[in-house]
């Protein structure tokens, strides 16, 4: 699953919850698009910012880099 797809899954699935509050508060239809609209979106855009952080604070290219390394080194290891 790709990071977008991850995101939206995440957002619709959070999203189901906070629409039943919305509408347990007497939200209206109309509201309740909108709002749904908006916060599934900062909800992808937000995970989007979670993940490069991640990539930046773990150096992840560094780190799949060097597995890769491992992985060849393996390969290529004599008592394989």
Known sequence: MTEIET???????????????LEAH?????TRQAVGFHYR????????HGCEYMQDIFDLDLILE?????????ENHPAK
């Not at 995101?7 to 509050?21: F, M, P, R, V």
Request: aromatic content about 16%.
């Open 41 to 48: 979106s900062a909800f992808v855009h937000g995970f989007k």
């Open 26 to 30: 007497g939200a209206s239809e109309k």
């Open 66 to 74: 060097e597995f890769a390394e491992r992985e060849l080194a393996y």
């Open 7 to 21: 995101a939206t899954t995440l957002a619709d699935d959070h999203w189901s919850y906070i629409n039943k509050l």
